[in-house]
């Protein structure tokens, strides 16, 4: 069962306004965090921002904002003033607790959504 | 320093090469991953390293082979690949416990079989 999902393939904005990135989840483990990435063309995995399940606030990384809505089980990615270097692939992510000492953390990935910012 | 480092940044290999690939971290990190990514798709994992003992495998073909000589380093030995193999290899380190830790990964290398 799919258990990050991503609904916007791909998205426009224009430069200096703000986008909101959709990313609903699912996951019965009370213990999670929410992870966003950005992909460029090179292809690194940029680390954006972290929201735990346990977080009281909404997570903000200087123009990244998260929008952390435990119920319905969506973790939105807000970006304002959007610049032309924000075009990439964007990609939600969730680790769950692990189950098992020493078993690492397995880190779900949903099918990504790619900005791309127009002048 | 939060970086991953990976080499070669590419790689073109028959299908009876054999060839490895290096990722290297000095963040003191206790886990580290390899992911395979095919264009358009996100990262798949297919290894997790924990304190240097191998505590995941996704079910991935013997022609891949992990390897972890120190908890710095990883290796992933290559043999007798398919041309589906063909991919971006991302290698991926954080602290080894709790779900509150993010991934920081290196630049990948893209592998061509030919």
């Known amino acids: 069962a799919q258990k990050i999902t991503q609904t916007q393939p791909g998205m426009f904005v224009q430069e200096k306004e703000a986008v909101t990135l959709d990313c609903t989840y699912d996951?019965?483990?009370?213990?999670?965090?929410l992870f966003w990435y950005k992909q460029p063309s090179s292809g690194e995995m940029i680390f954006l921002i972290y929201?735990?399940?346990?977080?009281?606030q909404n997570a903000t990384e200087g123009r990244y904002s998260l929008n952390f809505q435990k119920a319905r089980k969506s973790a939105n990615l807000v970006i304002s003033a959007s610049q032309l270097g924000d075009s990439a692939m964007y990609f939600c992510?969730?680790?769950?607790?692990?189950?098992?000492?020493?078993?690492?953390?397995?880190?779900?990935f949903g099918g990504g959504t790619r900005v791309l910012v127009k002048p | 320093d939060t970086e991953v480092t990976q080499t070669p940044k590419h790689l073109v290999m028959g299908m009876t090469n054999k060839k490895s690939l290096k990722c290297e971290q000095h963040?003191?990190?206790?886990?580290m991953y390899w992911y395979k990514q095919k264009a358009k798709k996100p990262p798949e994992l297919m290894f997790v390293?924990?304190?240097?003992?191998?505590?995941i495998n996704e079910s991935v073909p013997s022609r891949f082979s992990p390897e972890c000589p120190n908890s710095s380093l990883l290796n992933l030995h290559l043999h007798a690949l398919q041309p589906e193999d063909s991919a971006l290899y991302l290698c991926?380190?954080?602290?080894?416990?709790?779900?509150?830790?993010?991934?920081?990964f290196g630049p990948g290398t893209r592998l061509t079989v030919t």
């Open positions: 991926a380190s954080s602290q080894e416990r709790g779900y509150t830790y993010e991934q920081y």
């Open positions: 996951t019965s483990d009370p213990s999670y965090g």
């Open positions: 929201q735990g399940s346990y977080d009281q």
């Open positions: 992510a969730m680790r769950e607790a692990p189950k098992l000492k020493a078993a690492g953390n397995k880190l779900t």
């Open positions: 963040m003191g990190h206790r886990a």
């Open positions: 390293y924990s304190y240097e003992k191998l505590s």
